[in-house]
């Protein structure tokens, strides 16, 4: 069984600047690959970005590319997603998932068994 809590959510303006974390339980989590996602409201939810459980690999979506980093540290079982530039279309409830592989976070997502509750990120114009 793991548990993902997200934090660090917010109401920023955009331009600005926010960071997301994602501390995991268990004690496999340098074994698997982590994930962001976001739900806006009336919108289906999208991939974000993803790491590989070292962090060597990353992989993002073409909308985020550029302002957005993901990383972690094993050693504390967290991951993080460093927001810049913030856009009002980045606004949306932002959820961490665990997965095997990366290419199962951005490519089947649907069949993801862990995923946090959720932060809200709010970005006025």
């Known amino acids: 069984q793991v548990q993902l809590v997200e934090s660090g959510g917010g109401l920023v303006q955009a331009g600005g600047s926010l960071r997301l974390s994602c501390s995991a339980s268990g004690r496999t989590f340098s074994s698997v690959a982590m994930g962001w996602f976001r739900q806006a409201p009336g919108k289906e939810r999208e991939f974000v970005a993803a790491?590989?459980?070292?962090?060597?690999?990353?992989r993002y979506a073409d909308s985020v590319k550029g302002r957005f980093t993901i990383s972690r540290d094993n050693a504390k079982n967290t991951v993080y997603l460093q927001m810049t530039s913030l856009k009002p279309e980045d606004t949306a409830v932002y959820y961490c998932?665990?997965?095997?592989?990366?290419?199962?976070?951005?490519?089947?997502?649907?069949?993801?068994?862990?995923w946090g509750q959720g932060t809200q990120v709010t970005v006025s114009s």
């Open positions: 790491i590989s459980p070292s962090g060597v690999s990353a």
């Open positions: 998932a665990a997965a095997p592989t990366i290419t199962f976070l951005y490519a089947l997502s649907q069949r993801i068994e862990y």
